[in-house]
């Protein structure tokens, strides 16, 4: 067994494989810490395409039920913009933030 390994660690394409390893994990531009680094984003990108495709989605639902449904928008723009009729008062409330 030691004569088997002797034998191969002996050999000169053993050191350059060694080498060619050593110089792609540690040296290249391409190395092993810079494809996790890129993988790690090409993560966080993804989420947040998952997040916007659902932030759309839901926009487009409110924008659809603003266009349509006119309750909708009455209700939006009397919480938004504060927004009244003539015989109407307002009274904003605002609540303090607690800690």
């Not at 030691?2 to 494989?17: A, E, Q």
């Not at 090409?42 to 659902?54: A, G, P, S, V, W």
């Not at 928008?73 to 609540?95: G, Q, S, T």
């Amino acid at each position: 067994m030691t004569r088997f390994f002797l034998k191969h660690i002996n050999n000169r394409y053993f050191y350059t494989g060694l080498a060619f390893i050593i110089w792609m994990v540690f040296f290249d531009s391409d190395n092993l810490r810079e494809q996790m680094r890129l993988s790690n984003k090409i993560d966080r990108l993804e989420q947040q395409k998952h997040f916007y495709k659902t932030e759309i989605k839901n926009n487009k639902s409110a924008l659809n039920a603003l266009k349509y449904d006119t309750l909708q928008l009455e209700k939006y723009a009397r919480e938004k913009y504060f927004m009244r009729k003539d015989n109407e008062d307002i009274y904003v409330i605002v609540r303090p933030n607690a800690k």
